[in-house]
């Protein structure tokens, strides 16, 4: 059946190609009104990143580039539901978004209008397989879920205002943020390199500039379709059952220690390659995925520091913040979630040299130690005590051990 006038309601998913909800409206529709709420609720939230909120608003001057487009700014349950009155609209179109604020909203608005939304945001959906608290379950059976194909660039009868998103944050050093330069970034990877080299993809799949079904079948790597799974088990996980956002273990095992912990966000902790990747993240938004379990870890099992805290400072720096994501990765490194291993250790600095042999990405972001000769660049305290403060670095601020104290108290609570 076609309709006259739909409601395209663009949130997560900025861009034209491969677009199910766009695709779906631009088929069925005669005349599609692309709309997008910039909602203040989300943009000036707690956990919202300056830099990440920065970057979806530069993701919509592109757009805006691609397709008629209506920017509105305010409540999006009031105004969604007067742009789809005023326009007459037989149906509002959108792609399904999980996330708790989210499915509220969008279930407060499919009171009053007419709803079709579709998957689009992960590439198998909570329902499609049971819920499995086990990743590697999950993985098998995903792996057998057949993927959807990818839509072609969505072409349709679009009318909008084209009018201007507003500045509402500048001044952040960000990638472009377009879905033209995502494409090409997903085409410049490489996967017969990964994991050696990985994709940089994280901050585009965050706000959708690219879909990772366009990502899945573009590269046959197992082991980067695997981490696309990853992906998805949290998204299936905790939104089957929000309660899990708790941690299922949830002892007050950690400490709140201030000067410690901002030690930690600021990359002075005295162990160079955690340094290195907090100000790495401080400057850029980004880290790879190694650096985060070794920083996470250090904070959660060394320092012995509270993972929600270390979590939310994740997602108010993080240029890819995504909560669920988020959430289920520091859940899985302070031993809290549904994985089986809740006392996995590591050797921080033998990682360190593994991840970083020559020492050149510890130089890059900790200055203090490029005239540091070797391998004792992972180990700065060996060149003793004055010369670590001659060259203007930290001693370190914790002794790995502590991570038997993180033991001690863990299995002391699993005892009670
Ligand atoms: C403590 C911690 C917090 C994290 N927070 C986030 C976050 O907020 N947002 C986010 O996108 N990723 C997060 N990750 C996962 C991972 O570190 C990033 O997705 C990855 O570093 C992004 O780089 P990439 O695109 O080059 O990844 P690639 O290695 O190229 O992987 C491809 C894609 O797979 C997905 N992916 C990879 N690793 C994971 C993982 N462990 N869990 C879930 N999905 C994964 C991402 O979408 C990624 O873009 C976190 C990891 C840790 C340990």
Not at 232 to 247: A, E, H, K, P
Not at 401 to 406: H, I, M, Q, V
Request: with cysteine; hydrophobic share 35%; net charge positive.
């Amino acid at each position: 059946m076609r309709f006259m006038k739909c409601v395209f309601w663009f949130r997560r998913d900025l861009r034209i190609h491969d677009n199910t909800a766009l695709s779906e409206a631009s088929e069925r529709c005669e005349k599609v009104f692309p709309v997008l709420v910039i909602d203040p609720n989300i943009m000036f939230r707690e956990d919202t990143s300056p830099r990440r909120a920065q970057f979806y608003l530069e993701a919509i001057k592109s757009l805006r580039k691609e397709i008629p487009l209506t920017i509105l700014y305010g409540n999006p349950v009031n105004l969604i539901h007067e742009f789809y009155k005023n326009i007459n609209s037989d149906y509002l179109f959108f792609n399904r978004d999980y996330g708790f604020y989210a499915s509220r909203r969008d279930s407060e608005i499919c009171r009053t209008v007419k709803c079709l939304h579709f998957k689009d945001h992960v590439l198998v959906e909570r329902g499609e397989l049971p819920v499995y608290r086990i990743f590697t379950p999950y993985y098998i059976k995903w792996k057998n879920v057949e993927k959807e194909r990818v839509k072609p660039r969505a072409s349709g009868n679009f009318i909008g205002e084209g009018n201007e998103p507003p500045e509402l944050f500048k001044g952040f050093k960000i990638p472009p943020a377009s879905e033209d330069y995502a494409l090409q970034k997903l085409e410049e990877f490489k996967d017969d390199e990964y994991p050696e080299r990985r994709s940089g993809l994280s901050h585009f799949f965050k706000i959708g500039l690219l879909s990772t079904r366009t990502a899945f079948h573009a590269k046959v790597n197992e082991e980067f379709r695997r981490q696309l799974c990853w992906r998805d088990f949290y998204y299936q996980l905790y939104t089957s059952d929000f309660s899990l956002i708790n941690g299922i273990r949830r002892k007050e095992i950690w400490e709140n220690k201030e000067e410690i912990f901002k030690a930690w966000t600021e990359g002075k902790t005295g162990y160079p390659i955690v340094d290195a990747g907090m100000r790495e993240l401080n400057v850029t938004g980004l880290m790879e995925n190694k650096l985060r379990l070794l920083t996470s870890y250090f904070l959660t099992k060394v320092l012995l520091i509270d993972w929600r805290k270390g979590m939310e400072y994740f997602m108010k720096n993080l240029l890819d913040g995504d909560f669920v994501i988020n959430l289920g990765n520091w859940q899985w490194i302070a031993g809290v979630g549904t994985d089986m291993r809740p006392l996995r250790k590591f050797n921080i600095v033998e990682q360190g040299k593994r991840i970083d042999p020559r020492g050149e990405y510890i130089k890059k972001w900790v200055e203090e130690l490029r005239d540091v000769e070797g391998p004792l660049v992972h180990e700065p305290w060996k060149l003793g005590k004055e010369r670590v403060i001659k060259i203007g670095y930290v001693t370190p601020i914790a002794d790995l051990g502590s991570y038997d104290e993180f033991v001690r108290r863990y299995k002391g609570y699993m005892e009670t």
